[in-house]
């Protein structure tokens, strides 16, 4: 039996509602999501995360699985689900590096991209940091 892959992954700007459609998704008994939701594979996977602004250390630093086995592991073996993913905003940011890898993991891999106005992305992100006396 070879290695569960994922087929599809939530990407695109933090803020901009990929947490509400994940939460969707995860109701839907054919769909599996990662847990963590962000293991950021695809973007960090050859650099690892080695993040030091406020709150990484327990984010981003915490939950990222840069290592491919450990990755693949996040996903069910036995299982019937028809769409498998992850939803991590990073890979988005990191295009270059992990448009390859995820053409590698599967070539038929599935992108939701997500976006959202940029003044209003950052006034979230600012608000979000500032609730967690991170900013």
């Known amino acids: 039996m070879s290695q569960t892959r994922p087929n599809f992954l939530v990407v695109g700007a933090a803020r901009s509602g990929t947490t509400g459609l994940v939460e969707g998704l995860k109701s ?3 769909v599996f999501v990662t847990d963590p939701k962000e293991p950021h594979f695809f ?3 050859e650099t690892g995360a080695h ?4 709150g990484d250390q327990h984010t ?3 939950v990222a ?4 086995q450990a990755y693949l ?6 299982h019937e689900y028809l769409a498998l993913g992850d939803a991590s905003v990073s890979t988005l940011y990191y295009a270059k590096t992990a448009v390859p890898a995820v053409l590698e993991m599967n070539p038929d891999m599935k992108l939701v991209v997500m976006l959202r106005e940029p003044v209003a992305r ?3 992100s600012h608000q979000y940091m500032r609730a967690r006396g991170l900013e």
């Open 28 to 30: 839907h008994p054919r």
């Open 43 to 45: 973007a960090l996977h």
């Open 51 to 54: 993040f030091t602004a406020p």
């Open 60 to 62: 981003i630093n915490r």
């Open 65 to 68: 699985v840069t290592d491919r």
């Open 73 to 78: 592991d996040l996903y069910p073996q036995d």
């Open 122 to 124: 950052a006034y979230s």
